[in-house]
């Protein structure tokens, strides 16, 4: 669904992914390891046109997608879950959706479904997204993404900072849009919610993507992890 | 007594102040929530933006003066070309020069600089250095009462005390016009894609959001409202190349004492300022009223630096 193909970006003079590739297929949460530093966050960016594009390819759904612009780039089907949210603080709940559903011109049955995934959110629709508590903030993130009926999802560390509760019910909604189809990106840094969710795992190191395993395999092997995360 | 064989009292002239500077005010509004506009959204200092409105006020005397006929028909057409041709000009700017920029801001505020000369020595060179007046479409002459004590309340007419059906059209278009931008804001599609520009811009284009043409249009809009204030105000005060100085130092006066951005604030603060600018240049002199703005904002910028209603950063 997704692929990337030996790309390098950075900002300004300072170059952060080198001949990066990965590709994530629909159906799979796909996610991303490695120390601080090392291009996760970098790499989402690259994908969703925020980071210009010095060398590569990138390719959704078999079209190539790298020369086009930010704006031009969520329209074809790129849900982006920053880190720290990002919302539109100062506009509702219903405003932030509005604004998911504009970019590829979803109807009301796709606000229907994203608020079925999060009952929280549509009791409170009116409400100003910085008076939300971290927890449904983060779901208010997922859900702007999800407006725009993404065949990718980049999920740039969605459970950082929140409680138990709150993972379990991020969690079970992305494994939900796995299971619909939905190419889903995921930069996690708790080692153990990554085994427990991922289908496959990409480490990377100083921007370069060094080793793919599936998730399965990951966890019976724990010296690979080491390598790659250990101090 | 009657008071109107006497020079007025105080209460008719500070009412008589006071409509002058509410004409002011509604003129100075228009323009100010124009530079908010294009600073909140964009970020950006325009200081072009007195040249926009002197181009709408130099616009409708060339459009009056083309149409001809009865005063209110220039006059009309003037009130539709004027703003949007220089919306369009601005927008033109937009794309050809700020955007070349990357909307710096310290570039911004030089190419802006550059711009000022440019459209004002063009002017200059075209319109010429003349002041002219535009016609206004009516203008009858309004007397007004007071009321005094004789015994029991009595209205009277005292001498002087007037204003004119143009300048309370100027106040009532002012508001109506305000209102509009609100409505915009806050109630359409476009107002909401505006917000979250000004917001978070790198996240509005990860939404599909397309930036750049949003500035084009939000710094058209912000120079047509200046352009729009001017054509009402060129009945009474006449086009002239260099009347863009006065306009610009007080739209940054109310920006900055409503609060960066603010909407709200910068109508508060644009009646704050233009009332007091109106009222003050009838009792003492214009540059009292200039000095005094300024001290106010001296005085805003040390004890409340967000302006009056802005939030604080974060």
Redesign the interface.
């Known amino acids: 669904m997704l692929q990337l193909d030996a790309i390098d970006t950075g900002y300004g003079q300072a170059q952060v992914l080198r001949s990066l590739s990965l590709s994530v297929e629909a159906g799979e949460i796909h996610c991303l390891l490695g120390r601080n530093g090392a291009g996760k966050t970098t790499t989402m960016r690259a994908v969703t046109g925020l980071m210009p594009l010095w060398a590569g390819r990138i390719a959704l759904d078999g079209a190539e997608i790298g020369a086009l612009p930010a704006q031009d780039r969520a329209r074809t089907g790129i849900g982006y879950v920053p880190q720290g949210r990002r919302l539109f603080t100062e506009l509702t709940v219903a405003q932030n959706l509005e604004i998911g559903l504009m970019t590829r011109g979803s109807g009301a049955e796709v606000r229907d479904r994203v608020l079925d995934l999060f009952p929280r959110l549509r009791e409170r629709l009116d409400q100003r997204a910085q008076t939300l508590s971290g927890g449904e903030q983060q779901m208010l993130a997922t859900a702007r993404a999800l407006c725009t009926r993404p065949k990718v999802l980049l999920l740039d560390e969605p459970t950082e900072g929140l409680q138990p509760s709150m993972i379990e019910a991020i969690r079970s909604v992305i494994t939900r849009l796995r299971d619909d189809g939905t190419a889903v990106l995921l930069v996690e840094q708790r080692i153990d919610a990554v085994l427990s969710v991922a289908d496959r795992v990409t480490f990377i190191e100083n921007g370069r993507s060094r080793e793919t395993f599936a998730a399965a395999d990951l966890s019976a092997q724990h010296e690979i992890i080491d390598r790659y995360l250990g101090v | 007594m009657e008071g109107n064989v006497e020079a007025m009292e105080f209460g008719p002239y500070l009412m008589l102040a006071s409509l002058e500077g509410a004409v002011t005010a509604a003129v100075l509004a228009l323009t100010a929530v124009g530079l908010s506009l294009v600073f909140g959204v964009m970020r950006v200092v325009n200081v072009a933006h007195g040249e926009f409105f002197m181009l709408g006020a130099v616009l409708a005397w060339a459009v009056a003066s083309a149409v001809g006929g009865p005063p209110a028909l220039g006059f009309l057409a003037a009130l539709l070309v004027a703003p949007i041709a220089v919306g369009l000009i601005a927008a033109a700017a937009d794309m050809t020069i700020l955007k070349r920029v990357e909307y710096d801001p310290e570039r911004t505020i030089v190419v802006t600089i550059g711009l000022l000369y440019i459209i004002q020595q063009a002017t200059l060179m075209t319109y010429g250095p003349e002041a002219r007046p535009v016609e206004p479409p009516f203008n009858a002459r309004l007397a007004l009462p007071w009321i005094t004590w004789d015994g029991g309340p009595r209205l009277y007419w005292p001498w002087g005390l007037s204003t004119t059906t143009y300048k309370l059209a100027v106040i009532g278009a002012a508001v109506a016009v305000l209102l509009g931008v609100w409505l915009l804001m806050t109630r359409t599609?476009i107002g909401?894609?505006m917000?979250?520009t000004q917001?978070?811009r790198?996240?509005?284009?990860?939404?599909?959001?397309?930036?750049e043409r949003i500035y084009a249009l939000v710094f058209g809009l912000g120079a047509g409202l200046a352009a729009l204030g001017a054509v009402l105000i060129v009945p009474i005060q006449q086009a002239h190349y260099l009347m863009g100085g006065d306009p610009l130092l007080l739209s940054f006066i109310v920006v900055i004492i409503g609060g960066l951005g603010s909407l709200p604030g910068t109508v508060v603060a644009a009646i704050l300022i233009g009332m007091s600018d109106g009222i003050i240049s009838v009792f003492f002199t214009p540059t009292l009223a200039k000095i005094l703005a300024t001290l106010l904002v001296a005085l805003v910028l040390v004890f409340r630096p967000q302006g009056l209603f802005g939030a604080r950063p974060a």
């Open positions: 599609k909401l894609i917000r979250a917001l978070d790198e996240m509005a284009q990860a939404f599909g959001i397309p930036v």
